[in-house]
C-alpha cells in the first residue's frame, strides 16, 4: 500500500506545523480501512491498515514528542494496532502456507504408494502418515486465535471511535505550539 | 538500542530541514552497528536490531523527504529499502521457525511430526534468506552507504 504524498509541507517552516501536517495525514489513511475492516475476511485490508498504523507509528516516534502526551498516546495506539494486525496477518499467512506443505506431503506420499504399487503394508507406512494430524490441528489452532485477535482488534478500535480520540488527536495537532 | 532508539535533539520551535539534517545524522549510522553482527550470522537478535535500524532510517528519508536534494535522496532510500527486505525476509522467516518451536513444544506428542516438518521446510528458506543477506549488506560498501548518509546531511543545509 502506497502512503498518501502530504500536501503543503515546507522545509524551511516550523517542525511542529510540518509534523502536524504529516500525523494529520497518517492517522486519516488509518481510520480509511473503516467500515471495510469490519468485515473479518477482509485481509488485504487488515494488512494494509496494519501498514498505515506502522507508519503513523514510525512517523510519531520521530515527530510525537511535539505533541506532547497526545503524540505520545497516539504513538502507543498505533503500536498496539500494529501489533495486533500483524498478529492477525501471521494467521493469514501462516495457514496457506499449511495447506501448501500438506499439499507437498500428500504428493510425496502419493509418489510413494504408486510406486510401492498401492499395497497394504505401504499404505501402512507412508512417510508422512503422522504429520497430517498435527498440521490439521495447527490450522484450527491457528484460526482459533486469529478470531481471538480479531475479536480483540475490533473492540478496542470501537472504543477509540466511540472515545472520540481520533478528533481528540486533530485538535491537538491543530493548536499553534500544542 | 534494545531500550528504544538513541534520542535525536530536536527544537519543535526550529525549521523542518534543521531536523531532518540532525535525525539523519543519527539514524544513518545506526544502520551499520549490527551489520558484521548480522554478517556472522550467529545471533539472530543482531539481525532484528539491524532491521529496526534499517526501519527507523527508511522513516526518517519518508518523513523529511522534501528536505533533501531529490535524486540523492531517492538513491539512498532505494539503497536502504532494498537492505530492509533483504532483512524481512531472514526476519519473518526467524519469527515464523520461533512461533512454530514454541507451539510444538506445548503441543500433544502425536501432533509435533507434523509442525516439525513444516519447521524444517521452513528453516530451508531461511538458509536460503541467508545467502541473500550478503550481497545485500555488502552492497552498502559498495554504493558509499555511510558517505551518502553524510552528503545528504551536509546537503541537507540548503
Known sequence: ??????????PDGSFRANAARIVRTRLDELYAFDPAIRDPDRVTELHDMRIAAKRLRYVLEIVGFSFGKVGARLEGEARWLQEVLGEIHDADVLVPEIDAHVARLREQDRVF?????????????????AAYVG???????????RTVLYATFLDRW????????????????????? | MAGGPEPVEIDPRGSFRDAARRSLAVRGPELLVHRDGTLA????EALH?????????????????????????LTLLR????????????????????GLRAYAAAAPVEDRAGVESLIAELAARRVAADDHLPPALLRLDKERFSRQVARLVEDGRR
Do not use: W
Not at chain 1, 504408494?113 to 502418515?129: G, M
Not at chain 2, 550470522?41 to 539472530?44: K, P
Not at chain 2, 539503497?79 to 520461533?98: F, G, M, N, P, Y
Open chain 2, 41 to 44: 550470522g550467529e545471533d539472530i
Open chain 1, 158 to 178: 470501537d472504543t477509540l471511535r466511540r472515545t472520540g480520540f481520533r478528533e481528540r488527536v486533530r485538535q491537538a495537532l491543530a493548536k499553534p505550539g500544542s
Open chain 1, 135 to 145: 498440521l490439521e490441528a495447527l490450522v484450527v489452532a491457528t484460526t482459533a486465535r
Open chain 2, 79 to 98: 539503497l536502504v529499502k532494498d537492505t530492509a527486505d533483504a532483512l524481512s525476509e531472514a526476519r519473518d522467516l526467524d519469527v515464523q521457525i520461533d
Open chain 1, 1 to 10: 500500500m502506497r502512503a498518501h504524498g502530504v500536501r503543503g509541507l515546507d
Open chain 2, 49 to 73: 536490531q539491524m532491521r529496526v535500524a534499517s526501519r527507523r532510517l527508511r522513516a526518517v528519508l519518508e518523513v523529511y523527504a522534501g528536505c533533501f536534494p531529490g535524486r540523492a535522496h
Open chain 1, 113 to 129: 504408494l504408486v510406486a510401492a504399487d498401492r499395497s497394504p503394508e505401504a499404505f501402512a507406512a507412508l512417510p508422512n502418515r
